[in-house]
């Protein structure tokens, strides 16, 4: 059952997401999201509770640079702190959790209907490819949602509805990433299940490829003027990869630990469509470019952990595919941007959904570390 400081907390998730793609500060959007935060931490397993209530006074205390948009956009250590602590948030709630919880993440794809002629801006304060990568998360979600769960078609059909207007969306806006990141998300997600369960995969594989090329070809006979190539911003991102690449090799220690976060205008400034390349448009290079080997190594440890949670047998249907649909879709995005990390919402959800990996089934309590008496969680 819906407890009430759930019912307190969880509509300020479906509040931001509205406020995010609505023509209106990105800042009221992110301080709906980081009420939600304080308040999930402090509310968190009671086994973690006291650990958790040092993490919300952090944030508190660091609050500021996050709702002010101080930061040195759109990459920088506080990016990667709310990453952290959304994650910690959201570790090890129930299944039954998660099903309360994700229903929250959809309304804000209504706001798909609003969708004009292309190209469409959800959010023109926020940006067009930042709403597009919204708009993608959302819409694993639903699907997720609406696949994962035994419901009737009447309460199916509402999660799959959405799910729609998300691809309506995304395709309006023209954010090539996150529309082929979605669908190949989903497309790697039922893949995993069907390995999972013995069932072939070469055979849906192939019929996934064929049907996209299929749909490339109906758009340029057709001349849609949907997802196509823009050389001009293709070849730009090239030249930024290739600066991007080399910045750890350019002296003063860089290899090691890169060239930093707080230096956004110093490195790289090639110019697309008349304004400069601020960042590397792919978050490895991102990561390589302002950690260097240090970064990778941080890289190399989280990966040991994801896969280690995707690879698990806890949880559920609901839960795991939620983690990996969420997880896939950030990963293949990064290729190509680094939309994620230039609002907190985004980073927020992204965050805690990718925390659907380490979902208790709820029936067995943990156990408090340094404790010998078990814990219920939330």
């Given at each position: 059952m819906l407890n009430r400081s759930e019912l307190l907390r969880d509509?300020?998730?479906?509040?931001?997401?509205?406020?995010?793609?609505?023509?209106?500060?990105p800042a009221w959007s992110t301080a709906a999201v980081l009420a939600w935060l304080v308040l999930q931490l402090l509310d968190g397993?009671?086994?973690?509770?006291?650990?958790?209530?040092?993490?919300?006074?952090?944030?508190?205390?660091?609050?500021?640079?996050?709702?002010r948009g101080e930061m040195p956009h759109p990459v920088s250590t506080d990016d990667l702190l709310l990453l952290a602590l959304a994650f910690v948030a959201s570790t090890g709630l129930t299944v039954a959790r998660w099903q309360r919880?994700?229903?929250?993440?959809?309304?804000?794809?209504a706001v798909a209907l609003l969708a004009g002629p292309r190209p469409w801006t959800p959010n023109p304060l926020a940006g067009v490819n930042q709403g597009a990568y919204l708009l993608g998360l959302l819409t694993v979600a639903a699907a997720v949602w609406t696949t994962s769960l035994p419901l009737p078609l009447a309460?199916?059909?509402?999660?799959?509805?959405?799910g729609l207007l998300g691809l309506w969306g995304m395709w309006r806006t023209g954010s090539r990433a996150c529309l082929v990141a979605s669908l190949l998300a989903g497309l790697a997600v039922l893949l995993a299940e069907r390995s999972r369960r013995g069932r072939p995969v070469l055979r849906p594989l192939l019929l996934a490829i064929g049907a996209g090329l299929a749909l490339l070809g109906l758009k340029n006979l057709l001349g849609h003027p949907g997802i196509g190539i823009d050389w001009t911003s293709d070849s730009g991102?090239?030249?930024?990869?290739?600066?991007?690449?080399?910045?750890?090799?350019?002296?003063?220690?860089?290899?090691?630990?890169?060239?930093?976060?707080?230096?956004?205008?110093?490195?790289?400034?090639?110019?697309?469509?008349?304004?400069?390349?601020t960042h590397a448009h792919n978050l490895?290079?991102?990561?390589?470019?302002?950690?260097?080997?240090?970064?990778?190594?941080?890289?190399?440890?989280?990966?040991?952990?994801?896969?280690?949670?995707?690879?698990?047998?806890?949880?559920?249907?609901l839960s795991r595919r939620l983690g990996q649909a969420v997880l896939v879709y950030t990963l293949l995005q990064g290729c190509f941007d680094v939309s994620m990390l230039h609002w907190p919402l985004l980073q927020v959800l992204t965050a805690t959904g990718v925390a659907a990996l380490t979902a208790v089934d709820g029936s067995a309590p943990a156990v408090d570390p340094g404790s010998s008496v078990p814990s219920p969680r939330t």
């Open positions: 509509p300020l998730l479906a509040l931001a997401g509205v406020l995010y793609l609505l023509p209106l500060p397993p009671v086994g973690d509770r006291r650990r958790h209530w040092v993490l919300a006074a952090l944030l508190l205390a660091l609050v500021r640079p996050w709702v919880l994700l229903p929250w993440l959809l309304p804000p794809l309460r199916r059909w509402p999660g799959a509805a959405l991102r090239l030249q930024g990869y290739g600066c991007w690449a080399g910045l750890p090799f350019s002296g003063d220690n860089r290899l090691l630990w890169g060239v930093g976060f707080h230096r956004p205008g110093a490195f790289c400034q090639q110019p697309i469509h008349g304004s400069p390349f490895y290079l991102q990561l390589w470019g302002n950690t260097g080997l240090l970064g990778l190594l941080a890289a190399a440890l989280l990966a040991v952990l994801l896969i280690g949670l995707w690879r698990r047998d806890g949880g559920s249907d």
